[in-house]
């Protein structure tokens, strides 16, 4: 079983930036696991944000992140980020992170067994 618990929310000014963080624990896991980040609008639903294969160096975005959101991972704390700039009122939305076992970033937004997610984080761009 896999725990994982999101950090850093809050609220921040548009054009600003912020840095989530989420924690994995629990006995398995491993850099067997690539790692994503999810997005949850109200009324909307849950988006693929980005994610990070094992070795921490394959990465995938989703066209909005692209070139403002960076992913990264520290596999001796067990530890994912996600930095965020130039952030807008449509980037307000429940953060969350997900886990899952497997070898390839390709298949972070598929549902499989093996899929583990956090409770979520709020971020809140307003001025």
């Known amino acids: 079983q896999v725990q994982l618990v999101e950090s850093g929310g809050g609220l921040v000014e548009p054009g600003g930036s912020m840095r989530l963080s989420c924690a994995a624990s629990?006995?398995?896991?491993?850099?067997?696991?690539?790692m994503g980040w999810f997005r949850q609008a109200p009324g909307k639903e849950r988006e693929f944000v980005a994610a990070i294969g094992g070795n921490g160096i394959s990465t995938s975005y989703a066209a909005f992140a692209n070139w403002r959101f960076a992913i990264s991972r520290d596999n001796v704390k067990n530890t994912v980020y996600l930095q965020m700039n130039v952030l807008n009122p449509a980037d307000t939305a429940v953060y969350y992170c997900?886990?899952?076992?497997?070898?390839?970033?390709?298949?972070?937004?598929?549902?499989?067994?093996?899929?583990?997610w956090g409770q979520g984080t709020q971020v809140t761009v307003s001025s």
């Open positions: 629990g006995r398995g896991f491993s850099n067997g696991y690539i």
């Open positions: 997900k886990a899952q076992r497997s070898s390839s970033v390709s298949t972070i937004q598929t549902q499989s067994v093996n899929d583990y």
